[in-house]
Nanobody, 118 residues
Framework: QVHLVESGGGLVQPGGSLTLSCAASGFNFSSAIMYWSRQAPRKEREVVAVISVSGGVTNYADSVKGRFTISRDNVKNTVDLQMNNLQPEDTAVYYC???????????WGQGTQVTVSS
């Protein structure tokens, strides 16, 4: 079964950087489109980045374009989210997800908290 575990969150000052990582197991990772999403307090969850199976195609929400970079390693079965120039509005719980081989539709990790504050 699909298992996703995020890590790398924490507290960072405005303008700082963090790299989130998602370790995947239980499915054919190299065949799965992968997503990073976030959910801020009192807001709906939004997709911030998506990456193709090869890693050659990526797409970003307008709110993070130019600051966030998604990447993947199909040997290590990981997908990372490099976040630069973080702002308070980036504060949220960040999740990785996939719909590939997910019997419930979309499978999510448990999330990792990112807090941007001075």
């Amino acid at each position: 079964q699909v298992h996703l575990v995020e890590s790398g969150g924490g507290l960072v000052q405005p303008g700082g950087s963090l790299t989130l990582s998602c370790a995947a197991s239980g499915f054919n990772f190299s065949s799965a489109i992968m997503y990073w999403s976030r959910q801020a307090p009192r807001k709906e969850r939004e997709v911030v980045a998506v990456i193709s199976v090869s890693g050659g195609v990526t797409n970003y929400a307008d709110s993070v374009k130019g600051r966030f970079t998604i990447s993947r390693d199909n040997v290590k079965n990981t997908v990372d989210l490099q976040m630069n120039n973080l702002q308070p509005e980036d504060t949220a719980v960040y999740y990785c997800s996939t719909a590939y081989e997910c019997t419930s539709g979309i499978c999510w990790g448990q999330g990792t908290q990112v807090t941007v504050s001075s």
